[in-house]
């Protein structure tokens, strides 16, 4: 789960057409990061997700870090860059079957750890165990 920090500012700041535009701009740094078995899709709002298949949570971390190191070197905005925009990043991993709704439960509570920590940050959920 990804979360777009202070994008209220955003939007206030520059005006909601060029809100819209990071958005668009975002989902496509996001497409530019996942790999070709990712799906990386918007949950509304400034609220993302990328479903990893086949990864652990260490390979999570790694798309998650780049995702941000990305971000931080072209962070978009019409005709120019916005320093001041960052993200916040839930993970959450499982070693068995879990339904999506427990896996996105999870990394939300990761993603607020994360804002609740000074955002700009990734924050890992506890993996769900063989036999939990």
């Given at each position: 789960m990804?979360?777009?920090d202070?994008?209220?500012?955003?939007?206030?700041?520059y005006g909601h057409?060029?809100?819209?535009q990071?958005?668009?701009?975002?989902?496509?740094?996001?497409?530019?990061?996942?790999?070709?078995?990712?799906?990386?899709?918007?949950?509304g709002?400034?609220e993302?997700a990328?479903?990893?298949?086949?990864?652990?949570a260490?390979?999570?971390?790694?798309?998650?870090?780049r995702?941000?190191s990305?971000?931080?070197?072209?962070?978009?905005?019409?005709?120019?860059t916005?320093?001041?925009?960052?993200?916040?990043?839930g993970?959450?991993?499982t070693?068995t079957e879990r339904s999506v709704?427990?896996?996105?439960k999870?990394?939300?509570?990761?993603?607020?750890?994360?804002k609740?920590k000074?955002?700009?940050?990734?924050?890992?959920?506890p993996?769900e165990?063989?036999?939990?």
């Open positions: 990804i979360d777009l202070h994008f209220k500012r955003v939007n206030d700041r057409d060029t809100g819209d990071v958005l668009v701009e975002f989902a496509d740094i996001m497409r530019q990061v996942a790999r070709g078995s990712d799906l990386p899709a918007r949950l709002g400034e993302f990328v479903l990893l298949p086949r990864t652990d260490e390979g999570a971390l790694r798309v998650a870090d995702l941000m990305t971000l931080a070197t072209s962070a978009p905005y019409a005709g120019g916005l320093e001041e925009l960052t993200i916040s990043i993970v959450a991993s070693a709704e427990a896996l996105m999870v990394a939300d509570d990761a993603l607020y750890r994360a609740g000074g955002r700009n940050r990734v924050e890992l959920g993996a165990e063989p036999g939990d």
